[in-house]
């Protein structure tokens, strides 16, 4: 498997490297907005010599180098006084509302809040410089129609369905709060707070904030690490990127510290984990290609559709259930991983072999006939899984062909989404390894005889 990771980096190096030389930038900085933002944050003590606002062909806006720089080099130190916290809401002309409101608003509702209000109150904000630059609409899944929803993985369309319910629930639920804050704004609160505003506030927050602990505050209820960071969040994503950040005490400042460097007039990048596509498109709206961390999710309904004609089927998901190993189960361009080729051991062992189960489930192997059995199924559940791609990808161009722009940004973060899991998905490369490292040479004639033909 290293060595199949080491080509498959080499690959990806070439790709990037490649197309690094023919993505173009635009500088930004000139434009009324930018201007605007970088006197706001130098009035706050923030200056930047290295990087610059650009607009980038392939990732679109982003913050490119002025100079070269070196590993270890610090590239973004942003004082506190910049950053929007909780802190920043609860001094504010909302603070009072907040304050003796029960019950307890969470740290990301009063950011919300405060977001939709200054929003409101225009060039009157303080913080309209930034505001101003922030994206009027999202491409994360709580933006999604129902007919862009339905064409995600049924994994994924899953957690985007219970993040949009959890929005118009935040919504719903705090009508009483948003009325009391009629006295601050010029507008009926109906009008101003409405569901489509926190969408955009909280996609605003969740997509955009850096992790910084707070004290805990008796004004709010729940964990509070929010801290949404002007300037600094222009930073894109490259899941290859090293970088330190954090707040640093001693200096007051978020700062960020890049590990590799940067060439000059490249785009700056950071990362934001170790995230598959599906949590990438989940938290923030984008997909990446070659990312590494690229998995599929096998849910539960399709281990069920694939094995719907074994009788004591019931009784294996239930027993994988209660052991917590239905989560997870995932395919990967290396191949199914440990947690799905384990589940599929066992559910290829009989009822009547049932005090084997939990064994199974510790690593213990089966037999030749049954590991034949479990990789015919892994080669199954790719094969239906790659079925269902090609026909939401169809789905995709025909709707492209008559959307509007709106939709067809979503339709294209799914159809990047479908086209980098896809990769994932195609058995014959990583069954020659699976072959190699597991079975016997009496088995691997067996299986290659089984896997040019239909699964049973």
């Given at each position: 498997?290293?060595?199949?990771?080491?080509?498959?980096?080499?690959?990806?190096?070439?790709?990037?490297?490649?197309?690094?030389?023919?993505?173009?930038?635009?500088?930004?900085?000139?434009?009324?907005?930018?201007?605007?933002?970088?006197?706001?944050?130098?009035?706050?003590?923030?200056?930047?010599?290295?990087?610059?606002?650009?607009?980038?062909?392939?990732?679109?806006?982003?913050?490119?180098?002025?100079?070269?720089?070196?590993?270890?080099?610090?590239?973004?130190?942003?004082?506190?006084?910049?950053?929007?916290?909780?802190?920043?809401?609860?001094?504010?002309?909302?603070?009072?509302?907040?304050?003796?409101?029960?019950?307890?608003?969470?740290?990301?509702?009063?950011?919300?809040?405060?977001?939709?209000?200054?929003?409101?109150?225009?060039?009157?904000?303080?913080?309209?410089?930034?505001?101003?630059?922030?994206?009027?609409?999202?491409?994360?899944?709580?933006?999604?129609?129902?007919?862009?929803?339905?064409?995600?993985?049924?994994?994924?369309?899953?957690?985007?369905?219970?993040?949009?319910?959890?929005?118009?629930?935040m919504h719903s639920s705090n009508q009483e709060f948003f009325r009391s804050l009629q006295p601050v704004l010029s507008q009926?609160?109906?009008?101003?707070?409405?569901?489509?505003?926190?969408?955009?506030?909280?996609?605003?927050?969740?997509?955009?904030?850096?992790?910084?602990?707070?004290?805990?505050?008796?004004?709010?209820?729940?964990?509070?690490?929010?801290?949404?960071?002007?300037?600094?969040?222009?930073?894109?994503?490259?899941?290859?990127?090293?970088?330190?950040?954090?707040?640093?005490?001693?200096?007051?400042?978020?700062?960020?510290?890049?590990?590799?460097?940067?060439?000059?007039?490249?785009?700056?990048?950071?990362?934001?984990?170790?995230?598959?596509?599906?949590?990438?498109?989940?938290?923030?709206?984008?997909?990446?290609?070659?990312?590494?961390?690229?998995?599929?999710?096998?849910?539960?309904?399709?281990?069920?559709?694939?094995?719907?004609?074994?009788?004591?089927?019931?009784?294996?998901?239930?027993?994988?259930?209660?052991?917590?190993?239905?989560?997870?189960?995932?395919?990967?361009?290396?191949?199914?991983?440990?947690?799905?080729?384990?589940?599929?051991?066992?559910?290829?062992?009989?009822?009547?072999?049932?005090?084997?189960?939990?064994?199974?489930?510790?690593?213990?192997?089966?037999?030749?006939?049954?590991?034949?059995?479990?990789?015919?199924?892994?080669?199954?559940?790719?094969?239906?899984?790659?079925?269902?791609?090609?026909?939401?990808?169809?789905?995709?161009?025909?709707?492209?062909?008559?959307?509007?722009?709106?939709?067809?940004?979503?339709?294209?973060v799914v159809k990047s989404l479908r086209q980098e899991e896809s990769c994932c998905k195609k058995p014959s490369d990583w069954?020659?390894?699976?072959?190699?490292?597991?079975?016997?040479?009496?088995?691997?004639?067996?299986?290659?005889?089984?896997?040019?033909?239909?699964?049973?």
């Amino acid at each position: 498997m290293r060595g199949h990771s080491h080509r498959a980096g080499r690959t990806a190096r070439k790709r990037r490297q490649k197309h690094e030389s023919s993505a173009r930038s635009v500088s930004l900085c000139h434009q009324p907005q930018y201007v605007k933002l970088m006197k706001f944050l130098h009035h706050r003590g923030f200056s930047s010599t290295l990087l610059q606002p650009a607009l980038f062909t392939d990732t679109g806006r982003g913050l490119q180098t002025l100079r070269t720089i070196k590993p270890g080099q610090l590239i973004i130190s942003l004082p506190e006084s910049c950053l929007l916290t909780t802190s920043t809401v609860l001094d504010s002309y909302l603070g009072r509302y907040i304050k003796s409101w029960k019950p307890r608003l969470s740290p990301l509702l009063a950011l919300c809040i405060f977001l939709v209000c200054e929003r409101h109150r225009g060039e009157a904000s303080d913080w309209f410089p930034y505001i101003d630059v922030l994206p009027t609409v999202y491409t994360c899944p709580a933006y999604f129609s129902d007919d862009v929803m339905a064409l995600l993985p049924a994994s994924v369309r899953r957690r985007a369905l219970e993040q949009r319910e959890a929005v118009k629930e935040m919504h719903s639920s705090n009508q009483e709060f948003f009325r009391s804050l009629q006295p601050v704004l010029s507008q009926p609160t109906a009008d101003v707070l409405t569901y489509e505003a926190l969408r955009w506030a909280w996609c605003s927050v969740n997509t955009r904030t850096v992790f910084m602990s707070h004290p805990s505050s008796s004004f709010l209820s729940g964990p509070d690490n929010y801290a949404l960071a002007p300037f600094l969040d222009l930073l894109n994503h490259r899941p290859d990127v090293q970088v330190k950040a954090g707040f640093n005490d001693v200096t007051s400042c978020y700062e960020i510290r890049s590990v590799s460097g940067t060439l000059r007039y490249q785009q700056a990048f950071i990362n934001y984990g170790s995230h598959d596509n599906q949590r990438l498109l989940l938290e923030y709206g984008f997909v990446t290609t070659a990312n590494p961390h690229s998995v599929v999710y096998v849910d539960t309904d399709l281990l069920c559709d694939v094995l719907r004609g074994d009788r004591s089927l019931t009784q294996k998901i239930k027993f994988l259930r209660e052991n917590n190993f239905l989560h997870n189960l995932t395919v990967s361009s290396d191949g199914p991983s440990w947690r799905l080729m384990t589940a599929l051991r066992l559910l290829s062992l009989p009822q009547t072999l049932y005090r084997q189960w939990k064994a199974v489930l510790l690593g213990q192997l089966v037999c030749e006939e049954r590991e034949q059995w479990s990789v015919r199924m892994a080669k199954s559940l790719c094969q239906q899984l790659l079925q269902d791609t090609c026909s939401a990808l169809d789905k995709v161009s025909h709707l492209l062909q008559q959307c509007e722009q709106p939709i067809r940004e979503q339709l294209n973060v799914v159809k990047s989404l479908r086209q980098e899991e896809s990769c994932c998905k195609k058995p014959s490369d990583w069954l020659k390894h699976f072959l190699c490292c597991v079975l016997t040479e009496k088995s691997k004639r067996m299986i290659c005889y089984c896997l040019s033909s239909p699964p049973a």
